[in-house]
């Protein structure tokens, strides 16, 4: 299983960016997936989440309500949408895929598979 994750760039403050996650290999019908993200100086951290089957999401706390992840069985992508981006948001961003039956998956140990990785830089 191959990930590769795009979309990054630079944004001012209260901007929106859509970061995409090509799966390729497999079907993302079979793995649960994740978004981290890393600033500098910190450790990884969750993002957002989405279950294999059913639909069912997790965001962080720092980011609910501003992005959502979501799933093309068709592209094999999954999206994570950002909105009303601030300073804090700056990361590398993080796509992530885990053989899973059920749920949501929000830490990083328990994934299996990791794309390399998209800069989000956003400037106030």
């Known amino acids: 299983v191959q990930l590769q994750a795009s979309g990054g760039g630079l944004v001012q403050a209260g901007g929106s960016l859509r970061l995409s996650c090509v799966v390729s290999?497999?079907?993302?019908?079979?793995?649960?997936m994740g978004w981290f993200r890393q600033a500098p100086g910190k450790e990884r951290e969750f993002v957002a989440a989405?279950?294999?089957?059913?639909?069912?999401?997790a965001y962080a706390d720092s980011v609910k309500g501003r992005f959502v992840i979501s799933r093309d069985y068709g592209a094999n992508t999954v999206w994570l949408q950002m909105n009303s981006l601030n300073p804090e948001d700056t990361a590398v961003y993080y796509c992530a895929a885990v053989q899973r039956a059920w749920g949501v998956v929000q830490s990083s140990q328990s994934y299996e598979y990791w794309g390399q990785g998209t800069q989000v830089t956003v400037s106030s």
């Open positions: 989405i279950a294999r089957i059913g639909g069912d999401t």
């Open positions: 290999g497999r079907t993302i019908r079979n793995y649960a």
